[in-house]
T-cell receptor, first 115, second 113 residues
């Protein structure tokens, strides 16, 4: 099976712009989660989508949003970019949500740099 | 408030010896724990997990131990191999929170040949 695919791998944006990141989960996986990794805060949960519904949300401002399509592919959007949004954004998929035998499988991430 | 902590930022071990990574948590609602390995420029790779109803889980060279009363888990890698050199993250979740994982800060492991 192909793994989790994230596009693009690298992105450079200017403060105030918006950005959309894309994630294709492993075939058959219905849950997609997004995480932000920064040197200062580590890996932090953004949100999870399961069968097109947001199941959970982390402590991020409303500028961070996401959605999931009927084929389980997901996008996340960040509006009005700030310098502090520079980070590695990781997408992860699993077959189920909150099940012990359904661990998250991560993609290689999108490196976002805001200048 | 860091709910999951890995107090050792780095660990150096000789090839063939045991690597022991530690993780402490504060949230008593966590009932599922995982370990991930991360190489540079790649996403985390799932290694092994354990639910709170167990105190030990083994998978090949990897064993995870859970001490619920101490809110402590550890990952043992035996024997350590140079390819194990990576950053290791422990993570925890509550079943009701779906796939929301709370991660520790990571431990960088270097296995010397």
């Amino acid at each position: 099976k192909a793994g989790v695919t994230q596009t693009p791998r690298y992105l450079i944006k200017t403060r105030g712009q918006q950005v959309t990141l894309s994630c294709s989960p492993i075939s058959g996986h219905r849950s997609v989660s997004w995480y932000q990794q920064t040197p200062g805060q580590g890996l932090q949960f953004l949100f999870e989508y399961f069968s097109e519904t947001q199941r959970n949300k982390g402590n991020f401002p409303g500028r961070f949003s996401g959605r999931q399509f009927s084929n389980s592919r997901s996008e996340m959007n960040v509006s009005t970019l700030e310098l502090g949004d520079s980070a590695l954004y990781l997408c992860a998929s699993s077959s189920e949500s909150g099940q012990y035998n359904s661990p998250l499988h991560f993609g290689n991430g999108t490196r976002l740099t805001v200048t | 408030d860091q709910q999951v902590k890995q107090n050792s930022p780095s660990l150096s071990v000789q090839e063939g010896r045991i690597s022991i990574l530690n993780c402490d948590y504060t949230n008593s609602m966590f009932d599922y724990f995982l370990w991930y390995k991360k190489y540079p420029a790649e996403g985390p790779t799932f290694l092994i997990s354990i639910s709170s109803i167990k105190d030990k889980n083994e998978d090949g060279r990897f064993t995870v131990f859970l001490n619920k009363s101490a809110k402590h888990l550890s990952l043992h890698i035996v024997p350590s191999q140079p390819g194990d050199s990576a950053v290791y993250f422990c993570a925890a979740s509550e079943g009701a929170a779906g796939n929301k994982l709370t991660f520790g800060g990571g431990t960088r492991v270097l296995v010397k040949p």
